[in-house]
């Protein structure tokens, strides 16, 4: 290098700015960006786990309102099931007011038929109508803490249907939830007893056992297919079409079970029930009004959970509720936690802490090399700059 170019390489270094003042003197935005990024975190995490409350209370909450409904006299299956579903007007003041908040300018070339779109509502709307009266069926003759720990297959069952629907690859991990999930559920087939406070013979224990598999397997097998859904029929997943999606899947459900209540003669009883009920007729509409809601709140968290994380994680969030309920059936209704109940609730958390994460190292992996692609397509350019600079100088 020559005395010329040293001397301007030597001046050029003389005008650089010292990074210690820059730094300074970026530092007030950099630290205002910094607080907000970190405020919005905060507030991410604080309705992150406000979903998880809604999600939690709203299930243990509406499961032990369905069991205090048939302890005292309530006998209606169908009606159990009606209020599962008809609180989805609750749903319509969340939408309205968080429908300004997720709104997007972008706007998919490909539109969905109204034909396919009735047709994936219609058709998922009859699958929630057959899930909730089996999940009815099931907890008029099982124990609460029976039939919640029960409940826990339906993440099985989701990962199985997820692997033929959707493609979801079945990691060891996975493989381990599902035999631990599997064998909690056989577990209880074995475990005979009885209600606190209603006698139920060993073939309707067997029944409501069989009712409350076949359940969680339906909802395993509705979260499937809705995800099929967004990706082959509805083509996007955004906050209006998924609200869309539980308002009209809800309606075609709630007409189902009002005509299954009416076709099964149910309804003839519903006066006389209400007049018999052990705790009184106010608290018979109190339990009924209360349950439906509940089950509304339930499903405030699962959306919530949805947009702000992912629907397994939603999924997840729900059967996390499972120890919940079976201690809360201890205390209100006396139920017994024996050795098998106890085992089979350990097999089941350790299942959900395995499905979960399995699916914490396939997000942390996802990020990974997201990252790794963002700092590629970013790099290269500026890359090859300095090396010519380098061989021409």
């Known amino acids: 290098m020559t005395e010329d170019q040293e001397l301007q390489v030597i001046v050029q270094q003389g005008k650089e700015p010292n990074p210690v003042e820059?730094?300074?003197?970026?530092?007030?935005?950099?630290i205002s960006q910094t607080a907000v990024s970190h405020t919005n975190t905060y507030r991410r995490w604080l309705r992150i786990a406000l979903y998880t409350f809604f999600v939690i209370s709203g299930q243990s909450v509406a499961t032990i309102l369905g069991r205090l409904y048939y302890d005292n006299g309530g006998n209606s299956k169908w009606l159990a099931t009606v209020v599962q579903l008809v609180g989805f007007p609750v749903l319509l003041p969340y939408y309205l007011l968080l429908f300004k908040t997720h709104t997007t300018t972008h706007k998919d070339a490909e539109?969905?038929?109204?034909?396919?779109?009735?047709?994936?509502?219609?058709?998922?709307g009859l699958l929630v109508a057959a899930d909730c009266y089996l999940y009815s069926v099931g907890l008029l003759y099982l124990p609460v803490s029976t039939y919640s720990l029960i409940c826990a297959s339906q993440l099985a069952f989701n990962a199985v249907f997820s692997y033929f629907l959707n493609s979801q690859k079945l990691t060891p991990i996975i493989l381990n939830s599902l035999f631990l999930l599997t064998i909690s559920s056989?577990?209880?087939?074995?475990?005979n007893e009885e209600s606190s406070s209603t006698k139920v013979t060993k073939g309707e224990y067997?029944?409501?056992?069989?009712?409350t598999l076949g359940a969680s397997a339906g909802y395993g097998l509705l979260l499937s297919l809705q995800q099929l859904a967004f990706r082959k029929v509805l083509k996007k997943q955004t906050f209006s079409e998924v609200m869309d999606?539980?308002?009209y899947v809800?309606?075609?459900?709630?007409?189902?079970?009002?005509?299954g209540l009416l076709a099964s003669g149910e309804w003839k009883t519903l006066s006389s029930e209400m007049e018999n009920y052990k705790?009184?007729?106010?608290?018979?509409?109190?339990?009924?009004?209360?349950?439906?809601?509940?089950?509304?709140v339930f499903n405030i968290g699962g959306t919530g959970l949805i947009f702000e994380l992912s629907a397994l994680f939603s999924n997840a969030i729900s059967v996390l509720g499972l120890p919940v309920v079976p201690i809360l059936a201890v205390i209100i209704f006396h139920d017994k936690m024996n050795g098998l109940k106890v085992i089979s609730m350990i097999l089941a958390i350790w299942g959900f802490t395995s499905y979960v994460y399995q699916h914490y190292l396939d997000d942390k992996n996802l990020k990974?090399?997201?990252?790794?692609?963002?700092?590629?397509?970013?790099?290269?350019?500026?890359?090859?700059g300095s090396s010519g600079q380098s061989k021409r100088s």
């Open 186 to 191: 056989t577990l209880l087939a074995f475990n």
């Open 22 to 30: 820059q730094e300074d003197k970026r530092s007030p935005v950099s």
């Open 245 to 247: 999606l539980i308002i």
């Open 111 to 124: 539109t969905t038929s109204p034909r396919n779109r009735i047709l994936v509502y219609v058709v998922l």
């Open 206 to 211: 067997v029944k409501g056992f069989i009712c």
């Open 368 to 384: 990974k090399s997201h990252a790794k692609l963002t700092m590629e397509s970013s790099n290269p350019p500026e890359a090859e």
């Open 250 to 259: 809800s309606l075609v459900a709630s007409c189902v079970t009002v005509v």
């Open 279 to 296: 705790l009184g007729s106010v608290s018979y509409i109190m339990n009924l009004v209360w349950t439906a809601i509940t089950w509304q």
